[in-house]
C-alpha cells in the first residue's frame, strides 16, 4: 500500500502541472529531460545511436528509449495514452458579461458531466500564441465559477437539473463592465507577454482542487483529469523505470496524444501522422529499409491505456450483469465485439502473461449491450500501423466529472504492468 501511496501522490502533483494538454506534455518532457532523456526537435535530425529521447507536438509528446543492440528490424512495444480532458475551452472575443458580472465566452470541449463542474473554483490554462510564432504556456490559478442557481428560484431542480450548453454555461470571473474588461488581457498578464502581440490561443478551463485520498481505510483517490492523466503518468513512472535498467529487446516508445475526447482528428492525435513519423525516423536511424521497417512493425506490440468504468453501486443495471469490474481489484483489459476497443484473443494471452509476470491483478471489461461504449486510441492506431493493439485501464466511478474517482491501487499495479511490457 505505501508504494500505491507514493504513486497516487506522484499523480496528484503530475495531474496539479499539467491543467492543460500543453502543460501535461511540457511537464512530462521536462521530467525525463531530468530522468536523462534528450529533448529532440522535429525540425532538426535526430540522433542515430541508442538512448533515450522525447518529442513534443502541441499538446502530445512520444518518448522512446533505443537499446544497445538495436537493428533494424527491432520492434517496437508502444504505450499509448491521450493527455486532454472533457472541458471547456475559451471562444473568439472571450470577454463577456451583463448586469455587472463578467463573464467568459467558452465552448464545451469533448463530452463532460456538466453539473459536475458547478461550483468549483476553476482556472484558465493553455498557450498563447505570439505574433512571432513562440508558444507561452499560461495557467491563471483559481479565476473562474459556474454558480449555480439557487434551489429557491427553482423548485423543482431536484427532479431534474437541464443544463443548456449556451445558456447556462457561462462562467463567470469578476465583476465590471464587459466593454471595459479585457480577458484575454489578464492571461497575457499572468503569461508575462504583450497583449497587442498574441495571435492565437488554445486555453480551457481546469478545476483547481488538489488531489485528495479518503475513505474508512485510505483507499479511494478523488482528482480531476485522471481520464487520462492517470494512464500517461503511469507511462511515464515506468519509462523511467526502464531508462535505469533497460539493456535489450524491443524499443520502448510512450506515445501520449491529444484530442481523444473530440475523436483524435488533429496533427497530434491518434489519428494523425504522430506516432507513424516518429517511428519511421527511428527505423531509418537504425538503418532500416522499408523491408525491415515493415518487419520491425511485424514484432511490435501497442497497449491503449485509457481509463474505464467501474461498477456503479446505485447503477448496477447499467452495467454488463457477468463482468463488474472494482476499484482496486487491478487494471482493466477492455473487450468490444464491434472493435471499439481492440483486444483479441492473441492480446487478451500477451496481457494475461504480462500481468502474471509482473504480479498484477487484472479485471475484464465489457459493456451492457443496451448501452454502446466509447472508443480509444487503440483502433486508430491498429487501423493506421497494423500493429497488434490491446485497450487497458484502470476503472474509474464520475468518468467525464470535473473531478473523477478511482481506487489508490489501480494506478500503481497500471504502473507496474507497463514497466513489465517497457522490460521486454
Same mark, same amino acid.
Given at each position: 500500500m505505501s508504494d500505491a501511496l507514493a504513486h497516487v501522490n506522484d499523480l496528484g502533483e503530475y495531474v496539479a502541472a499539467s491543467p492543460s494538454s500543453f502543460h501535461a506534455a511540457r511537464a512530462a518532457a521536462d521530467r525525463l529531460a531530468a530522468a536523462g532523456f534528450t529533448e529532440v526537435a522535429e525540425d532538426q535530425d535526430w540522433p542515430a545511436a541508442p538512448g533515450r529521447y522525447v518529442v513534443v507536438r502541441d499538446g502530445a509528446f512520444i518518448a522512446w528509449i533505443v537499446p544497445e543492440g538495436a537493428e533494424p528490424g527491432t520492434g517496437f512495444n508502444i504505450f499509448g495514452t491521450h493527455t486532454d480532458s472533457p472541458t471547456f475551452k475559451l471562444k473568439p472575443s472571450p470577454t463577456t458579461g451583463k448586469f455587472g458580472w463578467l463573464q467568459a465566452g467558452v465552448e464545451?470541449?469533448?463530452?463532460?458531466?456538466?453539473?459536475?463542474?458547478?461550483?468549483?473554483?476553476?482556472?484558465?490554462?493553455?498557450?498563447?500564441v505570439t505574433l512571432d510564432g513562440v508558444e507561452h504556456l499560461v495557467a491563471t490559478g483559481p479565476l473562474l465559477r459556474f454558480p449555480q442557481l439557487a434551489i429557491h428560484l427553482d423548485r423543482a431542480v431536484n427532479e431534474g437539473l437541464k443544463l443548456d450548453k449556451q445558456q447556462h454555461m457561462n462562467p463567470v470571473w469578476g465583476l465590471g463592465d464587459p466593454s471595459t474588461a479585457d480577458l484575454l488581457g489578464l492571461l497575457a498578464a499572468k503569461a508575462g507577454v504583450d497583449r497587442e502581440e498574441i495571435g492565437g490561443y488554445d486555453v480551457v478551463a481546469a478545476d483547481t482542487q488538489p488531489a485528495r485520498v479518503f475513505g474508512a481505510d485510505g483507499e479511494f483517490f478523488a482528482s480531476g483529469r485522471l481520464d487520462n492523466l492517470s494512464s500517461v503518468h503511469a507511462g511515464l513512472r515506468a519509462l523511467? %523505470?526502464?531508462?535505469?535498467?533497460?539493456?535489450?529487446?524491443?524499443? %520502448?516508445?510512450?506515445?501520449?496524444?491529444?484530442?481523444?475526447? =473530440?475523436?483524435?482528428?488533429?496533427?497530434?492525435?491518434?489519428?494523425?501522422?504522430?506516432?507513424?513519423? =516518429?517511428?519511421?525516423?527511428?527505423?531509418?536511424?537504425?538503418?532500416?529499409?522499408?523491408?525491415?521497417?515493415?518487419?520491425?512493425? #511485424?514484432?511490435?506490440?501497442?497497449?491503449?491505456?485509457?481509463?474505464?468504468?467501474?461498477?456503479?453501486?446505485?447503477?448496477?443495471?447499467?452495467?454488463?450483469?457477468?463482468?463488474?469490474? =472494482?476499484?482496486?481489484?487491478?487494471?482493466?483489459?477492455?473487450?468490444?465485439?464491434?472493435?471499439?476497443? +481492440?483486444?483479441?484473443?492473441?492480446?487478451?494471452?500477451?496481457? #494475461?502473461?504480462?500481468?502474471?509476470?509482473?504480479?498484477?491483478?487484472?479485471?475484464?471489461?465489457?459493456?451492457?449491450?443496451?448501452?454502446?461504449?466509447?472508443?480509444?486510441?487503440?483502433?486508430?492506431?491498429? +487501423?493506421?500501423?497494423?500493429?497488434?493493439?490491446?485497450?487497458?485501464?484502470?476503472?474509474?466511478?464520475?468518468?467525464?466529472?470535473?473531478?473523477?474517482? %478511482?481506487?489508490?491501487?489501480?494506478?500503481?499495479?497500471?504502473?507496474?504492468? #507497463?514497466?513489465?511490457?517497457?522490460?521486454?
Open positions: 464545451v470541449y469533448g463530452g463532460p458531466l456538466l453539473n459536475s463542474w458547478l461550483d468549483r473554483e476553476l482556472e484558465l490554462a493553455g498557450r498563447l523511467e %523505470a526502464a531508462a535505469e535498467s533497460k539493456t535489450g529487446g524491443a524499443i %520502448a516508445v510512450l506515445a501520449a496524444f491529444d484530442h481523444e475526447e =473530440v475523436g483524435s482528428g488533429s496533427r497530434s492525435g491518434a489519428a494523425g501522422p504522430f506516432l507513424e513519423d =516518429v517511428l519511421a525516423r527511428i527505423s531509418a536511424g537504425l538503418g532500416a529499409d522499408a523491408m525491415q521497417a515493415q518487419r520491425a512493425f #511485424a514484432a511490435s506490440f501497442c497497449i491503449s491505456a485509457d481509463a474505464g468504468h467501474a461498477v456503479h453501486p446505485n447503477y448496477a443495471e447499467r452495467h454488463d450483469p457477468a463482468n463488474r469490474p =472494482v476499484l482496486n481489484g487491478g487494471p482493466l483489459l477492455k473487450i468490444n465485439a464491434n472493435q471499439r476497443y +481492440t483486444t483479441d484473443a492473441p492480446g487478451a494471452a500477451y496481457w #494475461a502473461g504480462l500481468c502474471r509476470r509482473a504480479g498484477v491483478p487484472y479485471q475484464e471489461f465489457v459493456s451492457n449491450n443496451s448501452i454502446p461504449c466509447g472508443s480509444t486510441i487503440g483502433p486508430l492506431t491498429a +487501423t493506421r500501423l497494423g500493429i497488434r493493439t490491446i485497450d487497458v485501464g484502470i476503472p474509474l466511478l464520475s468518468m467525464h466529472s470535473a473531478r473523477e474517482m %478511482a481506487g489508490v491501487n489501480d494506478p500503481f499495479q497500471l504502473s507496474r504492468a #507497463a514497466e513489465a511490457f517497457f522490460a521486454r
